[in-house]
């Protein structure tokens, strides 16, 4: 089975720190996403990568920048958090382009910034 | 760009019957593949069925299926014999094919869905 581990379930963090959101996946995916997920909102794509040091804006990237060093990591990271960044992030991975399959889906992080 | 629009934020059954929840999209692409996501109390996103939009038939999935109008741009899922662990959170989503990099998916707002005992 596919699995995508995202490092911690909860986090509480002060408005101005810094904050990473880890994401391991275990099955060689080319592609890894990084999504927020709001009530009525639904989930939005921050940023994605499909490749090893690739990376591309989603719909909602402001505040937010990623890292993608190796392969099986994906690293959401908010410079400087603020209060209105507190929501539920979830990182997925999917194969390959032209795959046409679904994303995999990790546990989800709630984040509040206080 | 592509938008999915679910217009039940919540919906509430009694365990065994028979429910439905609405989606729509919209989109220009000819390609293009459909899912709808369970994500229940654990947090866990999970894959309930996926469609691809050159197919005429509808899937099922044991007692899901779906109801797929493509000229409507509708694809609505269909829960039979509603069970207390489909209690969750569904998102609709939609993806375009073959594109270079990363397939995306685009989701609805989602329908909180209780079964009630």
């Known amino acids: 089975d596919v699995k995508v581990t995202q490092s911690s379930r909860y986090l509480v963090k002060r408005t101005g720190e810094k904050v990473f959101l880890e994401c391991v996946q275990d099955m060689d995916h080319e592609n890894m996403f990084w999504y927020r997920q709001d009530p009525g909102l639904g989930l939005r794509l921050i940023y994605f990568s499909y490749d090893v040091k690739m990376k591309e804006k989603g719909d909602i990237p402001e505040g937010y920048s990623v890292s993608r060093e190796k392969k099986e990591r994906f690293s959401l990271i908010l410079e400087s958090a603020s209060t209105n960044q507190t929501s539920m992030y979830l990182c997925?991975?999917?194969?390959?382009?032209?795959?046409?399959?679904?994303?995999?889906f990790g546990q989800g992080t709630r984040l509040t910034v206080v | 760009a592509q938008t999915v629009t679910q217009s039940q934020p919540e919906m509430s059954v009694q365990e065994a019957e028979t429910v439905t929840l609405s989606c729509t999209y919209d989109t220009s692409e000819s390609n293009y593949y459909l899912f709808w996501y369970k994500q229940p109390p654990s947090r866990q996103m999970i894959l309930v069925i996926r469609?691809?939009?050159?197919?005429?038939q509808n899937a099922t999935e044991n007692r899901f299926s779906v109801n797929f109008q493509k000229a409507a741009k509708s694809f609505s899922l269909k829960i039979s014999d509603s069970q207390l662990g489909d209690t969750a959170m569904y998102f609709c989503?939609?993806?375009?094919?073959?594109?270079?990099?990363?397939?995306?998916?685009?989701f609805g707002q989602g329908t909180r869905l209780t079964i009630n005992p």
């Open positions: 469609q691809e939009a050159y197919k005429q």
């Open positions: 989503a939609f993806m375009k094919g073959r594109v270079q990099g990363a397939q995306k998916l685009v």
């Open positions: 997925a991975s999917s194969p390959g382009q032209y795959m046409n399959t679904e994303a995999f």
